[in-house]
Structure formats: C-alpha cells, structure tokens
C-alpha cells in the first residue's frame, strides 16, 4: 500500500507541474488568502481524486472523455474572462475594492478546480493507476501529489506577486487561462491537427484578445484628456 501511495504521489505531482490546474492556484493566490486557496484545493482534490479512483477500480477508464473536456473548456473560459475582468478594471476603483468574503472565496476555488480537474489528465492518470492497484492507496496518494503541486503554484504565486505587478500577472494568467480553453477543445474534438498543430491554433485566441483588450484601452475615450472638474480652480483662465 505504501508502495502504491508514493506512486500515485509521484504521477499526479509531476503530472500537475505546469497544468492549468497549477496556473488556477497560482491565479487565485493572487487573489486571496494562501490558506483559503490551499484549503479549496484540498477539498476539491478528495473529492475528485476519490470519484477518478472509483471511475477506475469500478468501471476502467472509461469516461465520456468529449462531453468532460467541454465543461473543461468552458470552466476555463469563464475564469480566463473572470480573471481578465478584474486585471483590466478601473484603476482605483478596482483595487479599493474590498476583498471576497472567506466563504465565497473558498467556494469559488473549490467549484473551480473541481470543474477543471474533472476529466482532465490527472484524473485520467488515477483513474489508470486505481485499475491496477488499491483505490485507496491510489486515492490517498493522488490527492496528496495534486496538493503539493497546488501548493507549490500558491507559493510562486505569492513570491512573484511581491515582485511582479499584481495586475500584470492576472492579466497573462487571464489569456493563458484562454490558451488551455481552446487548446482543450481542439484535442478533443480535432485530434488530427497533432500537439503542435492545437498549440499554435490555440495560441491565436489569447493573441487576438489581447490585442483586442490592448486596443481598447489606447483608444478608449478620456485616456489622455483629464476631465475640467479635476483641474486646480486658479488654473482657470
């Protein structure tokens, strides 16, 4: 059993390194307290780890793979805009804002990761281990490896943000969110085009927003004229 848990720890922790479900946590640090998000990945992570586990030891690997990678998609299409929401809102506005509650912070990472993780390849890659050995083992070890890579996400998260502008991170975490809805979409339903060929389709959605965005905002009305009602009185005239 031991032996099981180390290796489902192995597999999901390396299998989770640079995955979107990293980014979500890295994102989401920014945005919240590390134990909030910690904590949300946790829960999400037994219950997914749990239902992949049984899907293999009970049923195989047999999933609706097409139907699981559309409400990937649009789980990651929704936090992407979400995200690039908040990076592109009014100056002091947004940044005065006061902070989500707890509770509905831990609930949005919780429906997040859970939506994301769901028929993603570290479930497919339990699912896999528990067919073959102890679903126990592999449900303890996979929730422990999806953990700590979260873990890891949150601690980049939090050191970058002391370095880096808050609002520029978010701002490429919201296209890169994007990049992973498209990419999810085109290996699913056009498994043809190869790896290399989805990348650079997929690369073109966040290109075109972004540059989308970056237009707006240099063209938006009152960006370079300041308003009357802000000028000192004795400037007047």
């Given amino acids: 059993m031991i032996a099981t848990i180390l290796l489902s720890f192995g597999v999901l922790f390396l299998a989770e390194l640079g995955d979107k479900s990293q980014l979500m946590a890295l ?15 946790t829960v999400a992570s037994v219950a997914v780890n749990l239902i992949a586990a049984g899907v293999g030891h009970f049923l195989g690997t047999a999933l609706p793979a097409n139907a699981i990678a559309v409400v ?9 805009l979400w995200t690039l929401r908040d990076a592109i809102g009014s100056g002091a506005d947004s940044d005065d804002a006061p902070p989500p509650s707890t509770r509905n912070a831990f609930l949005v990472v919780i429906s997040a990761f859970m939506l994301a993780e769901l028929g993603d390849r570290t479930m497919f890659a339990a699912a896999a281990l528990a067919s073959k050995n102890g679903w126990l083992a592999v449900w303890i070890g996979s929730t422990l490896g999806m953990v ?90």
């Fill in 72 to 80: 990937t998609a649009l789980t990651l299409l929704v936090v992407g």
């Fill in 148 to 237: 700590a890579a979260g873990a890891l996400a949150i601690l980049v998260g939090k050191l970058a943000g002391k370095h880096l502008p808050e609002r520029g991170i978010a701002f490429a975490s919201g296209l890169l969110f994007l990049f992973f809805a498209a990419k999810t979409i085109l290996d699913a339903f056009v498994p043809g085009l190869g790896g290399w060929g989805s990348t650079g389709l997929a690369l073109a959605v966040p290109a075109v927003v972004g540059l989308g965005i970056g237009a707006w905002r240099f063209t938006r009305p009152g960006r370079t004229a300041a308003p009357i009602a802000d000028q000192p009185a004795n400037a007047l005239p």
């Fill in 27 to 41: 994102t989401f640090s920014l945005r919240y307290r590390w134990w909030v998000v910690l904590s949300g990945i």
